[in-house]
C-alpha cells in the first residue's frame, strides 16, 4: 500500500501519535509525515505511506496556510498559551489602525529568531528539550517568507488572522514579535493549518473517521503517487 492521506489532526495529539495509530490500527509500519504539528494545533497533517515517505522532504518544503489568533497583553516564554507568562503590557490604549499597520510591516522577507520551544537542534539537543530544563541556546535569525497576511477580526485583546508562509515559518514567533512591536506583548493562542502545498482540508479525514476505517477503506482514500 503506497500513497498520501490527508489528516485533519486534532488537538491534544503529537505528529507522531498520528503515525502511530496508523502503524497500529492497519499493520502499517513504513508509515511517516511531512511538516510536524505541536500538539496543540490542528489541521492538514501530511501522512506517507508506503513509497511515498521517500517523498517527506518535498512536502515539507511546500508553503502553509493557516488561521491564528493572537491574544494581546500577555508575553509567554513559549510564544504561545502553553507557556509561563513572562510579562504583561497594557494593550487597553492599542488602536485597529496601529494595529493594522503594524501587520502590514511583517509582510514580505523578514527575520525570525526560532523560539527555545522547536525541535531545532544546539549540540545534539533539541531546543524544546533545553528549555524544559531552563536552559537557553543561542539562535541565529533565519530568513521567511510572509506571503499573505490578513486580519479577520479585532476584538481586543484577541486578533484573528490568515497567514500564508514558507517553509519554516514560526507563527508563534510572528505573534511575539507583533505583540513586541505593539508595546503590549503578546502569545498565540489558536492555530489550525488549512494548507500545505496542494494538500487541504477538504480532502483531509478526521482522526474518528480513520479510526473506522477498514484496510480497504485505507487504501481507497489514498492519493496515489
Do not use: W
Amino acid at each position: 500500500m503506497d500513497g498520501i492521506l490527508i489528516v485533519d489532526k486534532p488537538s491534544g495529539m503529537t505528529s507522531h501519535d498520528v503515525v502511530d495509530l496508523i502503524r497500529k490500527n492497519f499493520g502499517m509500519r513504513k508509515t511517516g509525515h511531512a511538516g510536524t504539528l505541536d500538539p496543540t494545533v490542528t489541521g492538514v497533517l501530511i501522512i506517507l505511506i508506503g513509497r511515498a515517505t521517500k517523498l517527506s522532504a518535498r512536502f515539507a518544503n511546500d508553503d502553509k496556510e493557516y488561521e491564528a489568533t493572537l491574544t494581546l497583553g500577555k508575553k509567554t516564554d513559549s510564544g504561545d498559551a502553553e507557556g509561563r507568562v513572562i510579562s504583561e503590557g497594557d494593550y487597553n490604549k492599542t488602536t485597529e489602525a496601529r494595529i493594522r499597520d503594524i501587520f502590514d510591516s511583517f509582510k514580505g522577507e523578514i527575520e525570525q529568531v526560532p523560539p527555545m520551544v522547536s525541535a531545532l537542534k544546539f549540540r545534539g539537543k533539541r531546543l524544546y528539550e533545553l528549555a524544559r530544563r531552563g536552559q537557553e541556546a543561542p539562535r541565529k535569525p533565519r530568513v521567511v517568507y510572509i506571503k499573505e497576511l490578513k486580519i479577520k477580526n479585532i476584538d481586543i485583546p484577541y486578533i484573528d488572522f490568515s497567514v500564508v508562509c514558507s517553509k519554516g515559518t514560526y507563527i508563534r514567533k510572528l505573534c511575539d514579535d507583533i505583540g513586541d512591536r505593539l508595546g503590549c506583548g503578546g502569545h498565540l493562542s489558536y492555530l489550525r493549518r488549512l494548507r500545505s502545498g496542494e494538500f487541504t482540508l477538504e480532502k483531509s479525514v478526521t482522526i474518528e473517521v480513520l479510526k473506522s476505517f477498514s484496510k480497504d477503506e485505507l487504501e481507497r482514500h489514498l492519493l496515489k503517487i
